[in-house]
């Protein structure tokens, strides 16, 4: 029996869902949304990701699952799907005692038996660093991943359509079938606080402006903080097959300005270089930095933690899968997961109610 189910948002939240879920043949799924790749937009999170997989939860919490199942799945990508623009790099975490303090920023957890885990020794780091390790993670290319789940989706039979929808419940009369969707996916990411039915007033924004270059700084090199204020960071992300360095960043809560600073773009460029002097050349600064682009994207960060949840709202079936913040890429496989349980266990109730 085929089952019809619409997923709102085409971000790396909706999509992983729609990739998932379109390889179990009885559903028949719907793509709705406003924002798709190739678009950048302030109210898109999805493209101005780095990204990376650096761990980042609290021991025996189901975001540490999340993260946790995550792994092989983007592993697998970057082993057998160059063309995914999922690849493995060489991830290098310096820590600063200071930034452990409360006020400070959360640090990178990883355990022992991580692939190619080095811990460094005090010879190894700068002075003002307290330790450091690197490991083996991913880099992920979004402008050339987001287009490859869409084009897996589309292959497996998933729908694609731009829609803007103002009530969560509305999106279940937008499937491609002209039939009424059975379960209505939530894959708002920060909208979620203003979508009709949803309103999560849990929401926030986590500003994070970045500078896209056509430099190449070689392994993802990042701290775990930075002395111009904790809402600042460093990091670099070299993207593969030609997708320039990501130099980032910022993480300004309750920040809603989609417009690059120039003064905040200097400071980045310099700590950047500053960690990263292979960035330009020899006796070089920020002027060795060749600029593709200036960005701003808004982490969709919630309050609690993400919502992975099932709800009924006017009469419809909804599973929520929204509030990600700096994490959507490395939870996206494990929340995705579990988004099918709960869409299974959802078809499966209603079955079992009507025997
Ligand atoms: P979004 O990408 O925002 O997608 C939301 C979708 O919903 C869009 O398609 C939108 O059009 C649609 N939509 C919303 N409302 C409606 C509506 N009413 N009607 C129709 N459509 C609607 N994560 C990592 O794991 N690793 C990293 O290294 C990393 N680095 C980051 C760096 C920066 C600068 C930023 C900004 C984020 C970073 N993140 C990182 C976080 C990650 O990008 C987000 O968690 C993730 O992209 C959220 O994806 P999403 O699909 O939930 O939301």
Redesign the pocket.
């Known amino acids: 029996m085929t089952r019809n189910v619409v997923i709102?948002?085409?971000?790396?939240?909706?999509?992983?869902v729609a990739y998932l879920l379109s390889k179990q043949t009885q559903y028949s799924i719907t793509v709705?949304?406003?924002?798709?790749p190739g678009?950048y937009?302030i109210?898109?999170?999805?493209?101005?990701?780095?990204?990376?997989?650096?761990p980042v939860a609290n021991e025996g919490t189901r975001h540490q699952e999340w993260e946790t199942n995550t792994w092989a799945p983007l592993k697998a990508l970057a082993e057998n799907h160059p063309e995914s623009g999922v690849y493995f790099q060489k991830a290098v975490v310096y820590n600063r005692k200071k930034d452990l303090e409360p006020g400070g920023r959360l640090v990178h957890r990883l355990s022992e038996t991580w692939p190619v885990y080095k811990e460094f020794s005090q010879h190894e780091l700068s002075p003002e660093m307290d330790n450091g390790h690197e490991y083996t993670s991913v880099c992920?290319n979004?402008a050339m991943y987001l287009p490859w789940l869409v084009g897996h989706c589309v292959k497996a039979g998933v729908v694609f359509k731009?829609?803007?929808?103002?009530h969560?419940a509305n999106?279940a009369t937008g499937h491609h079938s002209g039939k009424m969707a059975e379960v209505v996916i939530n894959?708002?990411?920060?909208?979620?606080n203003?979508?009709?039915g949803v309103m999560d007033e849990n929401m926030r924004p986590?500003?994070?402006?970045?500078v896209l270059v056509r430099n190449d700084a070689g392994p993802m090199w990042t701290t775990s903080g930075t002395d111009d204020g904790t809402d600042e960071a460093v990091?670099t992300?070299t993207r593969a097959a030609g997708g320039g360095t990501?130099l980032?960043?910022?993480y300004q809560l309750d920040d809603w300005n989609p417009n690059p600073d120039p003064k905040t773009a200097e400071r980045i460029m310099k700590r950047a270089v500053a960690i990263a002097p292979q960035l330009v050349g020899p006796g070089e600064e920020i002027e060795g930095l060749d600029v593709i682009r200036h960005?701003?994207?808004?982490?969709?960060w919630r309050k609690g933690g993400p919502r992975v949840q099932k709800d009924q709202i006017d009469g419809v079936k909804v599973v929520h899968?929204?509030?990600?913040?700096?994490?959507?890429?490395?939870?996206?496989f494990g929340c995705a997961d579990e988004v099918v349980t709960l869409v299974d266990e959802l078809l499966e109730g209603r079955s079992r109610s009507n025997l």
């Open positions: 709102l948002g085409a971000g790396v939240s909706g999509l992983t709705l949304a406003k924002h798709m678009d937009d109210e898109y999170a999805s493209p101005w990701a780095g990204a990376n997989y650096m992920i979004t731009r829609a803007v929808v103002k969560i999106a894959c708002t990411g920060l909208s979620s203003a979508l009709g986590a500003r994070g402006q970045i990091y992300m990501i980032g960043g910022t960005g701003v994207g808004l982490r969709p899968n929204y509030g990600h913040g700096g994490f959507g890429y490395q939870a996206s």
